[in-house]
């Protein structure tokens, strides 16, 4: 049997800090991140119904996009990532200090490394795309060029 899967790629602009860091990640600093979601139907292959816009597809690009945008990319793009949880008080101060001056806070439960931040992106999509039938296969994050990290669900 053989199954086809989509895949998406998404870039943004944000700034984190990672606390405990022993090199330069303790600052505060950007990147220009990478995303790619990669998406399977879970029922069968492909939608089948004829006359639908999407028969012969997973799920079109464009809604894929649509959905990607609108819960991760969005709301990240050009914010600080904020860990709530973080035990350097400056993070704290820093989140505290741009949202007096309106400026865009993501506030998030976990240290904002790209390995969290996969799987983290893969629960949200995961759930936001179960109604259309929609598994979400895997979900990369690249921090840098040449470094990323791999989300899979395990079924
Ligand atoms: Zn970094």
Redesign the pocket.
């Known amino acids: 049997m053989v199954n086809v899967s989509i895949t998406k790629e998404f870039t943004w602009d944000m700034a984190?800090?990672?606390a405990c860091h022993e090199g330069l990640?303790k600052n505060i600093?950007?990147?220009t991140y990478k995303m790619q979601v990669e998406v399977t139907r879970k029922s069968k292959d492909l939608i089948t119904s004829p006359g639908n816009s999407e028969e012969g597809m997973v799920i079109d690009f464009n809604h894929l996009k649509n959905i990607v945008k609108d819960k991760i990319i969005d709301p990240l793009d050009h914010a600080f990532m904020y860990w709530c949880q973080s035990p350097d008080s400056l993070e704290h101060e820093i989140a505290e200090l741009l949202r007096k001056h309106g400026r865009k806070v993501v506030t998030v439960t976990y240290k904002?490394t790209a390995e969290e931040m996969a799987r983290n992106f893969l629960e949200i999509l995961s759930h936001e795309f179960d109604k259309h039938d929609i598994l979400i296969r895997s979900v990369k994050v690249w921090?840098t060029p040449t470094s990323f990290a791999t989300a899979v669900r395990e079924e």
């Open positions: 984190h800090m990672l990640c600093h950007g990147h904002p921090e």
